[in-house]
């Protein structure tokens, strides 16, 4: 099997290169499990550290006042954007275009155990991390000049983190990517010839069908997508239309909260804890009340490097078959 | 300094945040770099092992006939698109679309030596491998139903290779990436509304200024590009206008035999001998007169990791500023 699918999404096409790979499925070969302690003295993300940190912007406990903190919220401090940078547009040697790199980048602590990962922790916990998720997103999403807000987890040093304690991030820009612009463009398009969003569409589509299924819940469809960009690439899809994950209600995050480690248990225990990223795709912020635009959230574990042809074309070459991937996965 | 910079060619933004790493040009640390033997009994690629890859399709020799070969051109043994398979498109479950994996994808044996690498070569044969990568070129560009090409080297395990013996990858494909569309829109907007091709306007702007400048010799500009979106990222870009890589002519190739070996064997000296990419940029099959349009070679040290944010928003965040790179680069 090699052939080409058109992510409807973007309209790029990936390479499904089953024959590229002798043993597509053994992903987890030599990966090393290691048991990590519940506390880590020079952890600056563990509790008694909390100076190691800027000042929270926001904090979580099991009661008000002062009982210990469940989840603390601080500034990155290394931002990749700072709310005290520029706003405006320069031109620089008369040619190029610049902007000031203003924005929030904020850390979510998600757990004050160094070892608690997500698939670890009780319901009610991952609830107040989703929680956590939204209140912030609300939050940024109003501030002056925020275009776009992006909720991410980097998990493993090939996924790009060295911090090990159990964080996500989030990251709100003032400006939208022209890789969302397009989506965007195409969500807009499908909508107008056929007057239904194209991401429940593609949910409708993925559940009639069932072959590229994991599972699915009252509220959500998890699902490899037909055009999976990287093996084991695996959304969560909510089933009701809303554009803005800010939107999601408690009923939404009280599934979710169940949801997101259950798959996460299950790619763990197909790929043997593999690091990954996730990230929560939603609505430009003056564009949360679009019909055709839809949240959603892509998990991709780093069981794949991009290498020369995917730099210089942007074209995926994937090296397995999303709708065998996803048989492993409901098997889990 | 962090400011957001918008890459001309694509019209994307690049966030550059020196702030985010304490110490930006620390990135050769603990880099460990292993002797390599001339031979390797089990390697696919080296000699005596021909029998090993399926056969070649071009060969050069130091004499004609049986003298023994220099360099080797084979079919991927595992090939990302094969001739052999089908070109229509379809649809897949009433909505997806699907196209089979026509194509070609073949691997560029640069040397019998195991441990020589392209900076350890002799110029001469360097010059071979250029023009190895010129045939193939125009050998593949001419295969019916062929709409890209592109040559590409991955060198390293973080770069994307199992193959330590020197080598370089050709895929021709039968579609133009939108990523690429997207430029080649950019290139013809820039040219109908100033008469100049883009990437000859990108050219002298950066000898002109110098600051990104690593060194130029009379027939190509080597610099790191303003919104380079990798830390040391650099482009060795012609002085002379020609859209497609296959109408390079042979004082070109002479003189990139001593760029591109020159330009490696710098980021080596500063990095310490990182994995790489490198690609060449060219126009797409049908578009090879477009003035607008003009090849480049962009070369990438792996010595940055695409997290959350970059896969979610396509926005990348350089760690280093191009300016300080290209003094490092030129100073080496």
Chains 1, 2 share one sequence.
């Not at 931002?79 to 320069?90: D, K, N, Q, V, Y």
């Not at 980048?105 to 939204?134: D, F, W």
Request: aromatic share 10%.
């Amino acid at each position: 099997v090699t052939e080409l699918r058109q992510d409807p999404t973007t309209n790029e096409w990936v390479i499904i290169a089953h024959a590229r790979s002798k043993r597509p499925y053994d992903f987890s070969k030599d990966r090393e499990i290691k048991s990590t302690p519940a506390f880590v003295e020079d952890c600056s993300l563990c509790p008694g550290n909390e100076n190691m940190t800027p000042p929270e912007v926001a904090v979580y406990r099991q009661e008000s006042g002062t009982s210990p903190w469940l989840i603390r919220v601080v500034p990155n401090l290394f931002p990749a954007l700072s709310p005290s940078a520029e706003t405006g547009e320069r031109l620089v040697d008369s040619h190029f275009k610049a902007k000031g790199g203003f924005g929030f980048h904020e850390v979510i602590i998600e757990t004050p155990h160094h070892n608690q990962t997500l698939p670890k922790m009780g319901t009610s916990h991952v609830e107040l991390v989703l929680q956590a998720y939204r209140d912030r997103y609300k939050a940024l999403s109003k501030e002056t000049g925020i275009r776009a807000v992006l909720i991410f987890k980097n998990h493993g040093v090939t996924a790009g983190t060295s911090l090990s304690h159990p964080h996500s991030q989030i990251i709100a820009a003032p400006i939208v990517s022209t890789h969302d612009k397009k989506k965007l463009e195409i969500a807009k398009e499908h909508y107008s010839g056929t007057g239904r969003c194209l991401y429940c569409d593609i949910n409708s589509w993925e559940l009639e069908n069932r072959n590229r299924l994991v599972f699915e819940t009252d509220r959500f469809a998890v699902f490899h997508p037909y055009a999976s960009h990287y093996p084991f690439e695996t959304w969560i899809s909510p089933k009701k239309h809303e554009p803005c994950f800010g939107n999601a209600n408690s009923e939404d995050l009280s599934d979710l909260a169940e949801v997101l480690p259950k798959t996460l248990r299950r790619m763990d225990s197909v790929l043997g804890e593999p690091d990954f990223n996730y990230v929560f795709h939603t609505a430009p912020v003056d564009d949360e009340g679009r019909e055709f635009l839809h949240w959603y959230i892509q998990l991709i574990p780093r069981i794949w490097t991009a290498a020369g042809f995917e730099i210089g074309t942007g074209i995926y070459i994937n090296t397995s078959v999303p709708e065998e991937t996803a048989k492993y996965m409901k098997e889990a």
